[in-house]
T-cell receptor
Framework: TQLLEQSPQFLSIQEGENLTVYCNSSSVFSSLQWYRQEPGEGPVLLVTVVTGGEVKKLKRLTFQFGDARKDSSLHITAAQPGDTGLYLCAGGWGGGATNKLIFGTGTLLAVQP | GAVVSQHPSWVICKSGTSVKIECRSLDFQATTMFWYRQFPKQSLMLMATSNEGSKATYEQGVEKDKFLINHASLTLSTLTVTSAHPEDSSFYIC????????FGPGTRLTVL
């Protein structure tokens, strides 16, 4: 059973366009992370959100955690070819080093120059 | 900081053989490491939680006798795929945890 559903599954856009990726769940999480993964490499952490309603910005990327801590979104402004990759959300319960993560279904983004 | 390495980065083996994959945290000690597998263009599926000094905790549906995990020290966890078959071919990724999880670069296993 996949607890975290991402949409869209695939997205191909032109350079300069904006996009939003959604991560939805029926479960409540203590924290939610967003990762970006390139082919043949491990995921790289982009951001962690822990508070319901929290908004974090990382340059052209804006992350929001839902008020109920069940969903999240990632918005990219003026996408660039370097943004191409697999975007993964991951939810965790509890805290600390033993915090297990459940990954979302993934969104494969391709930004065409 | 927070660098995690995996070895080998890729391996090809014959069906029926066993393959060991190492996961090392290079600049911090990790009492907990995690092992994931990933199929092409799909998400990561957690296989097991590796605990230093104790038995690993496996996720539902993961055969513990097939995927042997040993967490020998605070910087090393190993995953051994025993009697590998073509359906075990996948991308195996580990992470080491220090509040947040830091991921290794992955190991591509191909079983012929």
């Amino acid at each position: 059973t996949q607890l975290l559903e991402q949409s869209p599954q695939f997205l191909s856009i032109q350079e300069g366009e904006n996009l939003t990726v959604y991560c939805n769940s029926s479960s409540v999480f203590s924290s939610l992370q967003w990762y970006r993964q390139e082919p043949g490499e491990g995921p790289v952490l982009l951001v962690t959100v822990v508070t319901g309603g929290e908004v974090k910005k990382l340059k052209r990327l804006t992350f929001q955690f839902g008020d109920a801590r069940k969903d999240s979104s990632l918005h990219i402004t003026a996408a660039q070819p370097g943004d191409t990759g697999l975007y993964l959300c991951a939810g965790g319960w509890g805290g600390g080093a033993t915090n297990k993560l459940i990954f979302g279904t993934g969104t494969l983004l391709a930004v065409q120059p | 900081g927070a660098v995690v390495s995996q070895h080998p980065s890729w391996v090809i083996c014959k069906s029926g053989t066993s393959v060991k994959i190492e996961c090392r945290s290079l600049d911090f000690q990790a009492t907990t490491m995690f092992w994931y597998r990933q199929f092409p263009k799909q998400s990561l599926m957690l296989m097991a939680t590796s605990n230093e000094g104790s038995k690993a905790t496996y996720e539902q549906g993961v055969e513990k006798d097939k995927f042997l995990i040993n967490h020998a020290s605070l910087t090393l966890s190993t995953l051994t795929v025993t009697s590998a078959h073509p359906e075990d071919s996948s991308f195996y990724i580990c992470s080491a945890s220090r509040r947040e999880q830091f991921f290794g670069p992955g190991t591509r296993l191909t079983v012929l």
